[in-house]
Structures are given as C-alpha cells and as structure tokens.
C-alpha cells in the first residue's frame, strides 16, 4: 500500500517545473556542446587557450608615462600554447568529461524530481535519494574538475614560461565549498524529515 499523500499542483506551479525541465535540458545540452568542442580543442593540442591562476606573480607592463614598464600583479591570464604535451592535454580532457558527467547527473536527478513533484509527490525516498545523489555529485564532480583544470593550467605555464611563474596547485574556495555542503545537508535533511512526518500524517488517515 503506498502510504504517500498526493495532491495536484496548479496550472501555473505546473508550468513552472516544465519550464524548469526544458531549461534543465537546455543547459545540459549547451554545457556538453561546449565541453565536447573544449575536448577536441584540446585533443589536436596547437594554438590551445588555457585559463591560469597565479599566486602572487608580478609583471613588467609598458603602462607607464612614454610606455615605461609598471610592475603588476598578476592574478589570472589566459596563456596560448602552440603545442601542449600529453601531461597538459590528458588531465583537461579529463576535467571536461568529469565535467559533462556532472552537469549530466545534476539535471537529471533534478527533472525527476521535478516529474515527481508534478504528480503530486514532493517528500519520498526516491525523492530524498535523487536530491542527495544531486548535491553529492555537484560538489566532488566541481571539484574533481577543477582539480584537472589547474593540472592543464600547470602543465601550461610549465610548458610556455618554463615554470617562471608560481602557480596556484587548486583553487577551490573553501568557504563557498563548505556553504555548498551545508545546504545540501540542510536541504537533505528537510527531505528527510519531510518524508517522515508525511509517511506518519499518512498512517492517521
């Protein structure tokens, strides 16, 4: 017997969770476009931008009065190999799939859940497993991939300026990492809760 209360939504929450399914579908498929374009830019290996974060770098530009060189900070450029090694191009092939996979998963989970929502079912286990399946995979797959893109970005600066510059190793932000996971744990939680109080109402009726 399925002890989980349904309700129906109306028109326009309805239409709010399809508009919400058609975007979701829209950025998975614009994000692996790109992410698949990024790979085979990568896979030929000649003319190939890479994004680089420095740690506390300065510069000599010609910004001065009669174009005398002011001495900069360089926080992030974007450096252009004429030919990336396999040690730079394998780790940010890496970083896209991861990438793919992750966005891939998120939007999934999220529409259904969306679906679910739709007929009438917001608290469940299922429901409780697709959010948490969605905020775990988010978190270690943005992470796993930026981890590969600052090996490529390493792997770059070492090939173009022969390890001239210090570069940052992984820059995650920890505080907005942990903000992310403390939402999770809170929104797993409600879930949870959620499920439980509408099993027991359930059981009264």
């Known amino acids: 017997m399925d002890t989980t209360r349904q309700s129906t939504l109306s028109r326009a929450d309805a239409a709010a969770l399809i508009a919400f399914c058609v975007a979701g579908i829209a950025i998975a498929a614009w994000i692996t476009v790109f992410s698949v374009m990024r790979i085979i830019e990568l ?9 680089v ?15 005398s060189a002011l001495s900069i900070g360089l926080d992030r ?8 090694p396999p040690i730079a191009t394998v780790p940010g092939i890496i970083g896209q799939v991861v990438q793919i996979l992750t966005i891939l998963t998120v939007i999934a989970c999220l529409i259904l859940l969306a679906q679910s929502t739709l007929r009438g079912r917001v608290f469940s286990r299922r429901n409780t497993r697709l959010v948490m399946t969605a905020g775990i995979t988010g978190l270690l797959g943005a992470a796993a991939s930026r981890f590969f893109e600052n090996m490529l970005a390493n792997a770059t600066v070492s090939v173009v300026a022969d390890n001239a510059f210090e570069t940052a190793v992984i820059s995650i932000e920890p505080f907005g990492f942990i903000l992310a996971a403390f939402i999770l744990s809170v929104i797993g939680t409600a879930f949870v809760v959620g499920d439980r109080l509408q099993r027991e109402t359930a059981g009264l009726v």
Do not use: N, S
């Not at 896979?43 to 994004?51: L, Q, S």
């Not at 450029?77 to 990336?84: E, K």
């Open 53 to 67: 974060e420095f740690i506390g770098d300065t510069v000599d530009a010609p910004l001065g009065p009669d174009g």
């Open 77 to 84: 450029a974007t450096l252009t190999a004429a030919q990336l």
């Open 43 to 51: 896979a030929r290996g000649t003319d190939v931008p890479v994004m």
